[in-house]
């Protein structure tokens, strides 16, 4: 069985930076992708950034240029750089894991993103 925790959410002001972590246990991580999820109050989990086994990343148009997603696999952890934050940022995040190849995915229980005007 597939855990993820994330951690390094929290309270900034606008403008500030936080940096995410999400720790996989199990042998799977190196060759899977990764992403992060958002959802803010009374909306729908959106995508945020994801980034493949060798990888290679790409971004929602809102967080281009200020958010850069990382992996480690020797720690078996993925990161989430968040700069210049913004208070439409404030949401929970989740961390993904899933294949490419066959239809399999596990979810964190996700971290508290909030940004103060």
């Known amino acids: 069985q597939v855990q993820l925790v994330e951690s390094g959410g929290g309270l900034v002001q606008a403008g500030g930076s936080l940096r995410l972590s999400c720790a996989a246990s199990?042998?799977?991580?190196?060759?899977?992708?990764m992403a992060w999820y958002r959802q803010a109050p009374e909306k729908q989990r959106e995508l945020v950034a994801a980034i493949t086994s060798v990888g290679t990343t790409n971004y929602a148009d809102s967080v281009k240029g200020r958010f850069t997603i990382s992996r480690d696999n020797a720690k078996n952890t993925v990161y989430l750089q968040m700069n210049s934050l913004k208070p439409e940022d404030t949401a929970v995040y989740y961390c993904?894991?899933?294949?490419?190849?066959?239809?399999?995915?596990?979810w964190g229980k996700g971290t508290q993103v909030t940004v103060s005007s």
């Open positions: 993904k894991l899933y294949s490419l190849s066959y239809p399999y995915s596990y």
């Open positions: 199990g042998s799977i991580f190196s060759g899977n992708a």
